[in-house]
């Protein structure tokens, strides 16, 4: 049962314009939430949270909106560029219940064209 | 800034052999966590630790084992490999306490022929 899901596997925008990621989870013990960035033959690179105490996270071109009562969050990013063109994994966590793995979604295909 | 550290960074085995790899993770870092992610798939939860005792455990095989090490480096020892266990493992890093972030290696590919 995936707990977290990222229902697109691809999305393509032109330079310049917004990408929305969108991430849905199951689980409502889950009360932090991360976006990761992977190249190519690379780990996942961390790029930004939301706790469940806020709605929203900004941190330069990258916003995340978190929709507690969807159980849905998003990572907006404005403008995109064609060096954000990687795969985004959406990862959940929950604090309490002593568990600290993280979940992570099948991950979105960002692809952004000069 | 260190990174977190893995090695080796591919690795070719043939079935039904053992392998075992390393990961050392960003200086005071007491929380490791082990991933793995096959093709076209998400990052699989495998095992984490915590101040070198095992802290959680998803899904990980019997025929694999996890320790942390007192400098908290870590190794997963991976034995009767299957082809089914060629993928990208990951290892994570992160401070305890809750809310933070995990900072990931960059992995090693494991390829079982």
């Known amino acids: 049962d995936q707990q977290v899901k990222q229902n697109s596997p691809s999305l393509s925008v032109q330079e310049g314009r917004i990408s929305i990621l969108n991430c849905d989870y199951t689980?409502?013990?889950?009360?932090?939430f991360l976006w990761y960035k992977k190249y190519p033959a690379e780990g996942p690179t961390f790029l930004i949270s939301?706790?469940?105490?806020?709605d929203k996270n900004e941190d330069g071109r990258f916003t995340v909106f978190l929709n507690k009562s969807a159980k849905h969050l998003s990572l907006h990013i404005v403008p995109s560029q064609p060096g954000d063109s990687a795969v985004y994994f959406c990862?959940?966590?929950?604090?309490?219940?002593?568990?600290?793995?993280?979940?992570f979604g099948k991950g979105t295909k960002l692809t952004v064209n000069p | 800034a260190a990174g977190v550290i893995q090695s080796p960074r591919h690795l070719i085995k043939e079935k039904r052999e053992t392998a075992t790899l390393k990961c050392y993770p960003i200086?005071?870092?007491?929380?490791v966590y082990w991933y793995q992610q096959g093709p076209g798939q998400d990052p699989q939860f495998l095992i984490s630790?915590?101040?070198?005792?095992?802290?959680d455990k998803g899904s990980i095989p019997d025929r694999f084992s996890a320790q942390q090490f007192s400098d908290y480096h870590s190794e997963l020892n991976m034995s009767s490999l299957e082809l089914g266990d060629s993928a990208l493992y990951f290892c994570a890093s992160s401070l305890s306490g809750l809310n933070t972030e995990a900072f990931f290696g960059q992995g090693t590919r494991l390829t079982v022929v």
């Open positions: 939301i706790s469940s105490i806020k």
């Open positions: 990862a959940a966590g929950a604090t309490q219940g002593g568990s600290e793995k993280l979940v």
């Open positions: 200086p005071r870092h007491d929380t």
């Open positions: 630790f915590y101040e070198k005792m095992q802290s």
């Open positions: 689980n409502s013990m889950f009360d932090y």
